[in-house]
């Protein structure tokens, strides 16, 4: 809000002005409709069938629930802020859906497999963000809330399942405790899972 006027629409109104990406813009809007998701999903959970490979099943499981999770959360923001669009009046522009399902994929990927594999998946999250303004389909700040949506899922679905694997935990367990406390015994259930 504080650099909107210096900033972010006089370069919302230049990058729709003259849309830098061109014709290239389409890679964008096709990289933000989940197709990208899928095309992971369906792969690992291939994979992970052919080759009795429970790692890929799980990475197939946590990218559809990053993209999963972090679609509803967009969804509902659309329908909730009711933001119109730059370049109509429909009110669905808070915040960027492609963006949001881009930076789960990207996110999920940087974290999950190697540092090539994650470039490749932020420069073509990026690539989205951007083909969302040069489009005029969302602002600047649509684009920002979508990317920090996908990602914080992204990265929240990640660190899970690295926690996962590190404790090896299959299956909840439930535990309980007997702790001394100042005047007297404190027991403690808890339920890991």
Known sequence: LVFEDQIVDPTQRETAEHKPLGSFSIIGDLGGRGYTNAAYVVGMLGYGYFKSDAEAKQNANSMFQATLFSTL?????????????????????????????????????????????????????????????????????????????GASYGLGT??????????????????WAIAPIHEGLQTQFSLRF
Not at 85 to 91: G, S, V
Not at 112 to 136: C, E, K, M, Q
Not at 170 to 175: A, C, D, H, M, Y
């Open 73 to 149: 959360i967009t969804t509902g923001l659309k329908y909730t802020v009711r933001e119109p669009r730059p370049d109509t009046n429909a009110r669905e522009s808070f915040p960027s859906g492609h963006t949001t399902a881009a930076f789960a994929f990207a996110t999920y990927v940087g974290c999950r497999h190697s540092l090539p594999w994650g470039i490749a998946a932020y420069s073509l999250a990026t690539f989205v963000g951007f083909s969302r303004i040069n489009d005029n389909r969302h602002y600047l700040h649509d684009v920002a809330a979508g990317a920090t949506i």
């Open 158 to 175: 990640c660190l899970q399942e690295n926690a996962r694997e590190a404790s090896s935990i299959e299956k909840p367990r439930l535990g």
